[in-house]
């Protein structure tokens, strides 16, 4: 089962930052958090990940609260392209068992003209 | 980013013939690769983890005699659907990991589409 929370949908205006929210309360010490997006019938992209300092990449940037238990997909200036299935999801790389990336359900972001 | 590279993107075959899906690592070795299926509106499921050198570990409710998975070297991870049904029909998708140092982030490919008649 998936290990995070997400809403199911979020709509965003063209041109304005889009906070994708994701409760993982019961993360481990060794679990990272990945971020993912889906376009329609392509396989999943990554964005970005962290252990528990902020990230910041070309793509987008991911706050992690200093007790782990969320974090925030931040995308500075949403275009329509960025209409997608955003997947938040925590896992151990260097466990066998836990460092696969299992997939719950994800938010929808509709990003609107 | 790492490239992860499947083979065909579409294929549609007669019911009870077999399929072979390839993934390839294009510019980086991978010992582990997961292979995923995704039924329309649903999320991604994880059928199985493909070892180089070794079995597959499969998911609970995979059937490994259905789903044969072969991971010969270490850019190159084969799905194969034996004796395909209409319920088959899905869009599967693999993945890579880099490495594991600094948290070792999965690649993906584009998917195949199965489609069995």
């Known amino acids: 089962d998936a290990k995070t929370t997400q809403p199911p949908s979020m709509d965003c205006a063209e041109g304005r930052a889009a906070n994708l929210p994701c409760n993982h309360s019961?993360?481990?010490?060794?679990?990272?958090v990945y971020w993912y997006r889906q376009i329609h019938s392509q396989g999943p992209q990554y964005i970005i990940h962290?252990?528990?300092n902020n990230e910041t990449n070309e793509m987008a940037s991911l706050i992690i609260t200093e007790d782990r238990k969320s974090s925030t997909l931040i995308l500075p200036h949403a275009t329509l392209r960025d209409t997608a299935v955003y997947y938040c999801?925590?896992?151990?790389?260097?466990?066998?068992?836990?460092?696969?990336?299992?997939f719950g359900q994800g938010t929808t972001l509709q990003v609107k003209p | 980013g790492a490239v992860v590279s499947q083979h065909p993107s579409r294929v549609i075959c007669k019911s009870g013939t077999s399929v072979k899906i390839e993934c390839r690592s294009l510019?980086?070795?991978?010992?582990?690769m997961f292979w995923y299926r995704q039924f329309p509106k649903q999320s991604l499921m994880l059928m199985a983890t493909?070892?180089?050198?070794?079995?597959?570990?499969?998911e609970q409710g995979v059937e490994k005699d259905k789903f044969l998975i072969n991971h010969a070297s270490l850019t190159l991870s084969t799905l194969t659907v034996t004796s395909a049904h209409p319920e088959d029909s899905s869009f599967y998708i693999c993945?890579?990991?880099?490495?594991?140092?600094?948290?070792?982030?999965?690649?993906f490919g584009e998917g195949s589409r199965l489609t069995v008649l």
């Open positions: 019961t993360i481990s010490g060794n679990e990272y």
């Open positions: 993945s890579a990991r880099v490495t594991v140092k600094r948290g070792g982030e999965l690649f």
């Open positions: 493909s070892n180089e050198g070794s079995k597959a570990t499969y």
């Open positions: 999801i925590v896992s151990d790389p260097g466990s066998s068992n836990t460092g696969k990336l299992i």
């Open positions: 510019d980086f070795q991978a010992t582990t």
């Open positions: 962290g252990l528990k």
